[in-house]
């Protein structure tokens, strides 16, 4: 589902580059906005440019789509569900299923 919330847009900016560990003057620089330009994205407060959502997501090592689109519930209740069945398994059952998982996500480029 395509997100229009740009409050929601700059919330997922703002986890992924805490997960990434830079500052927003980082990302800012690297994608050649002023510090206070990309401050007012995460902020929502800025209507992007397809431009500027491009360089930024170059800068995250992300895509457009994990940007500017949410998954369903139910996806997200398949993935954490799938997760916590992962945890419960041995490391070699770990192993084959990412292993899997790795074959079949190499298949879609």
Do not use: W
Not at 40 to 47: A, L, P, Q, S, T
Not at 59 to 76: A, C, F, G, K, Y
């Amino acid at each position: 589902m395509l997100i229009f919330d740009f409050h929601t847009i700059g919330d997922k900016l703002h986890a992924i580059r805490k997960r990434m560990g830079y500052t927003q003057a980082e990302v800012a620089e690297a994608a050649g906005l002023a510090d206070r330009t990309y401050a007012d994205i995460e902020r929502g407060n800025v209507n992007m440019r397809i431009e500027t959502i491009l360089r930024i997501c170059e800068v995250l090592h992300v895509t457009p789509d994990e940007i500017l689109t949410e998954n369903s519930p139910s996806v997200t209740a398949r993935q954490t569900e799938l997760l916590t069945r992962l945890d419960a398994c041995s490391p070699k059952d770990k192993e084959t299923a990412l292993s899997l998982l790795a074959v079949y996500l190499q298949s879609l480029d």
